[in-house]
């Protein structure tokens, strides 16, 4: 096992893993940017390094320092948590040329998944249905329109290097085609330096279900079950639960079993999420995160088992400790991610946050870094905490979000409980009756007038 494990990341996911460290007895080394010099995770960590300016690129971002970081501490292993490095193929690399553990796959699994046309072609070898459009990237406009005759109107233009939910554009029919490709072509150069991008079909009222799977690259692999992260706002998940409220239990184990055989195949190392559109009775691929993944404790509160920890015996050469058959779902989880910004126009608000009160009780789990008198500050994303709900069923684990909604005080900034605080009453959201487009509608409707 490691002795020392330095996490190359900020917020509530830096105390995350710093939390599931300690369970083990490894002692922890923070990083952090000036701006971050009070921050929670640098004050409940064994050691702190400071690595930079409150810019990321020169801080969070910054390969060389976080490795000079590791040798003056002398940290054995690197856990990258979500965002920042955590898929940069490179410095997994550069950790390894250094004798340091990245906690997390073979770089060759993140330079696959990280390349979103390399990811497809993968996934349809390994087994795993996909969403229907060209088999790698698109150039020429007659090429693209020949694609989106072949698989029919709406298309989707994506970008090879995508991310966060940038670089994508509609089209709906043929004359949209070409200004499609040109802008989508344009943002992804200008948003990911890579300009490569490909088309798929558009499916109109899907449902995003993503399957959480571990593997130890020692020839086994299990999933946890799916959540469900259909509530977005810009692409971005807003809302996330497990079960999702549209899969019986065999249809669960059916993709389930694909994504477990397809990773054991792969060979895959650690933890990963497989993503997926659902739509009429139908799962069809659009990526793989080779990480850990922001709403991973609906996962943990279902299944009782600690994926961090997880991680890092496995990046220490243990095997999976868990069969599939280990694996019982019990219950439900809603997570909501509270981010310090304004409920309806979603403006950023950082700044200092005059009182803090978090809910509690059975079932109630608040990951957050966030405390009374903290300063948010405005370089980096806008999460102030998550709020994830367990109940024995989906309508108690409802009862609990309300309540818990409630309780949750944070003055001095603006956040979006007031947002979940409606969610939770509403009767569509209530009968679990929503796709990836059920928001921004609900939003365009004056839902939160
Ligand atoms: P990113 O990596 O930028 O998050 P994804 O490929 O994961 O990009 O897609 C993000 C979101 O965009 C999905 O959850 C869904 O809301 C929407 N989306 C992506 N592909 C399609 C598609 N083919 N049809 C409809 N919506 C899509």
Redesign the pocket.
């Known amino acids: 096992m490691f002795d020392k494990i330095l996490i190359a990341n900020r917020g509530e996911i830096a105390l995350r893993v710093l939390r599931a460290a300690k369970e083990l007895g490894i002692a922890t080394v923070a990083v952090h940017s000036t701006a971050d010099a009070e921050a929670m995770h640098v004050r409940l960590a064994d050691e702190s390094v400071c690595i930079g300016p409150p810019v990321a690129r020169e801080s969070y971002l910054n390969m060389p320092a976080l490795i000079a970081a590791c040798e003056i501490t002398g940290a054995d292993a690197v856990h990258p948590g979500y965002g920042f490095l955590s898929e940069n193929a490179r410095f997994a690399d550069m950790l390894a040329a250094h004798n340091i553990t990245f906690i997390g796959p073979k770089a060759e699994h993140i330079r696959i998944m990280g390349d979103?046309i390399e990811a497809k072609r993968t996934a349809r070898r390994l087994g795993i249905p996909c969403?229907p459009g060209s088999d790698g990237g698109v150039t020429q406009d007659a090429e693209a329109l020949r694609i989106a005759r072949d698989i029919g109107f709406p298309v989707?233009i994506?970008a090879a290097a995508?991310?966060?939910?940038?670089g994508?554009k509609v089209a709906r029919g043929e004359d949209d085609i070409v200004v499609a490709l040109q802008t989508a072509r344009t943002e992804a150069k200008a948003a990911f330096g890579d300009d490569a991008v490909y088309i798929?079909?558009?499916?109109e009222k899907?449902r995003?279900i993503e399957i959480q799977v571990l593997g130890d690259g020692k020839g086994h692999a299990i999933h946890l079950g799916e959540r469900d992260c259909s509530l977005?706002r810009r692409?971005q998940k807003v809302w996330e639960e497990g079960p999702s409220p549209a899969l019986n239990a065999s249809m669960r184990a059916e993709i389930g079993d694909v994504c477990a055989k397809a990773m054991q195949e792969l060979q895959y190392i650690g933890a990963g999420t497989i993503?997926f559109?659902y739509e009429d009775g139908k799962f069809y691929f659009?990526?793989m995160n080779t990480r850990i993944q922001v709403e991973h404790p609906v996962t943990e509160m279902i299944t009782g088992i600690d994926l961090v920890n997880e991680q890092i015996r496995i990046a220490a050469g243990a095997e999976l400790s868990i069969k599939q058959s280990d694996i019982v779902l019990e219950g439900h989880a809603i997570e909501c991610r509270v981010n310090a910004e304004h409920p309806s126009t979603f403006r950023p608000s950082p700044g200092r946050i005059q009182s803090f009160h978090t809910p509690g009780g059975l079932g109630v789990r608040v990951d957050s870094a966030a405390y009374q008198g903290y300063v948010i500050p405005p370089h980096y994303d806008s999460l102030v905490g998550k709020l994830i709900v367990h109940g024995r069923t989906r309508n108690e684990c409802l009862m609990r979000l309300r309540r818990s909604l409630d309780e949750f005080v944070v003055d001095g900034i603006d956040t979006t409980l007031p947002l979940f605080r409606k969610l939770v009453r509403n009767q569509d959201i209530q009968n679990g009756q929503y796709d990836?487009h059920w928001l921004e509608k609900f939003l365009a409707a004056g839902g939160m007038d």
């Open positions: 979103k969403v989707i994506k995508g991310g966060g939910g940038r994508m798929e079909k558009y499916l899907p995003h977005q692409h993503e559109l659009i990526e990836i």
